[in-house]
C-alpha cells in the first residue's frame, strides 16, 4: 500500500540531485571554520535576504533559540502571538534557557499588529521587566499557512524599533510566504534583525536551518551555537543538500500551494467538516471536523489503516501539509479515502 503523508513537509525525503551533492561534497572541520560547502551556503542565503552573514544550525528550533538568547537578557520580556512556534512547540526554551518571559498575544490570522503590540510594552519603570524582543511567523504554522504581507512586517519592524525593541523573523516557511505574494524573501524580511528559515521544510533537503543577520550578530550567534551542543564537523554534506534546496525548491512550491487549495475545496464539500477557505493561502490546511462524530484521534487512526497520514492539531482540529512528494493524484487519492472511511463511520 502506497502511503500518503501529509503529516508535515519536514517528510520530504533528499530529492536524487541531493544526494548526488552530498555524496560529492567538499567538506571540512566547520567548528575550524574550514567546511566550504557550509561557507557557500552560509553566503548563499545571507545573499538571498540581502544581509551580511548567516549561520547554519541544525534545527529551526536552535536557530530561534539562539536568536532569542542575543537579543535579551535573562528576565526581559518577549512579544508573540500565542500560537507561536516558538511559544508552543519549542519546549519552552526561550524561559528555560534565554530566561526571558514570554507576553503571548492573542490573533486570528496568527499575524500581531502593531497597536497590539504597543499595548503590551512594559513602562519604563525600575521595577518592570523590559520589553526588548518582537517575534514574528512568516507563514504562521498553526494559523494555517497564513503570510504576514511585507508591508505589515515593515509597519511592525518600524515602529519596534523606533521603540528600541528587536525584531525576529521566525521564517521556518518564509519562502512559502515569498511565492504566495511573489516577492523576494529579502522583502518580506525587511528590517527584521534576525530571520531563521528552514531548509528541511517545502525546501526539502534532509536537515538544518539557517539564522541570517548583521556580521556581529552570527558571530555572537556562533558561540551561542556551540554553547547548545550545536558546533557540527563535517556538515557540508548536509549542507550541500541545502544549496541544492535553494536553487530548485522555492520553484516548486506554488504547486504545492494549489494542491492544498484543491485538497482544502474539496473538502469543504464534506459532511462534519468546515475550514476557513481564506485561510489557505500556503501548503497548510487546517480544518475542524467536530461535525462528523469523530476525534481527530480517531479519524487519524482509520485513515492511518487505509494509508493516509494526516495529524490532529486538537482533539476536534486536523492540519494537513502539502510538499513536493505529494502530486495532484495523491490528493484525489486521499480525498477518496477520506470520504470512505467518513462515510463508514457515520453510517452506524
Ligand atoms: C518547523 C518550525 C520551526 C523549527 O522546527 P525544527 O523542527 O526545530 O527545525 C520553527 N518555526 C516554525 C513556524 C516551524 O514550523
Redesign the pocket.
Given at each position: 500500500m502506497k502511503i500518503i503523508d501529509l503529516r508535515s513537509d519536514?517528510v520530504t525525503r533528499p530529492t536524487p540531485r541531493m544526494r548526488r551533492a552530498m555524496a560529492e561534497a567538499e567538506v571540512g572541520d566547520d567548528v575550524y571554520l574550514e567546511d566550504p560547502t557550509v561557507e557557500k551556503l552560509q553566503e548563499r542565503a545571507a545573499e538571498l535576504f540581502e544581509r551580511e552573514a548567516a549561520l547554519f544550525v541544525p534545527?529551526?528550533?536552535?536557530g530561534?533559540l539562539i536568536a532569542v538568547k542575543l537579543h535579551t537578557r535573562p528576565g526581559d520580556e518577549v512579544i508573540l502571538d500565542s500560537r507561536?512556534?516558538?511559544l508552543n512547540?519549542?519546549l519552552g526554551s526561550l524561559a528555560a534557557i534565554a530566561g526571558v518571559v514570554p507576553r503571548a498575544i492573542t490573533t486570528v490570522t496568527g499575524h500581531l499588529r502593531w497597536p497590539q503590540i504597543e499595548d503590551c510594552i512594559r513602562p519604563n519603570i525600575y521595577y518592570c521587566a523590559q520589553t526588548r524582543l518582537v517575534c514574528l511567523?512568516n507563514t504562521?504554522?498553526m494559523a494555517g499557512g497564513t503570510v504576514m504581507s511585507a508591508k505589515e512586517t515593515h509597519e511592525i519592524v518600524a515602529s519596534a524599533h523606533a521603540r528600541g525593541l528587536a525584531v525576529h523573523l521566525?521564517g521556518?516557511?518564509i519562502f512559502n510566504a515569498a511565492t504566495y505574494l511573489n516577492l523576494p524573501v529579502a522583502k518580506l524580511a525587511d528590517r527584521c534583525d534576525s530571520i531563521?528559515f528552514?531548509l528541511?521544510?517545502g525546501l526539502g533537503a534532509p536537515a538544518g536551518?539557517l539564522l541570517v543577520a548583521s556580521r556581529d550578530f552570527i558571530e555572537q550567534a556562533r558561540r551561542v551555537r556551540k554553547m547548545l551542543g550545536g558546533g557540527m564537523r563535517q556538515v557540508g554534506v548536509l549542507a550541500a543538500a541545502g544549496l541544492v534546496a535553494l536553487e530548485e525548491s522555492p520553484a516548486k512550491l506554488a504547486e504545492d500551494h494549489l494542491n492544498a487549495r484543491f485538497l482544502a475545496e474539496e473538502l469543504l464539500q464534506l459532511n462534519g467538516i468546515k475550514l476557513h477557505l481564506e485561510s489557505v493561502q500556503t501548503n497548510i490546511v487546517i480544518f475542524d471536523i467536530s461535525g462528523t462524530g469523530l476525534t481527530s484521534a480517531e479519524l487519524s487512526a482509520k485513515l492511518k489503516e487505509n494509508g493516509v497520514l494526516i495529524n490532529g492539531i486538537s482533539h476536534t482540529q486536523m492540519r494537513i501539509v502539502t510538499h513536493y512528494d505529494i502530486n495532484r493524484n495523491d490528493c484525489k487519492q486521499a480525498l477518496s479515502i477520506i470520504r470512505k472511511v467518513l462515510k463508514n463511520s457515520q453510517s452506524y
Open positions: 519536514t534545527t529551526g528550533s536552535m530561534n507561536s512556534h516558538i512547540y519549542e511567523e504562521h504554522n521566525d521556518a516557511r531563521m528552514c528541511s521544510k536551518s
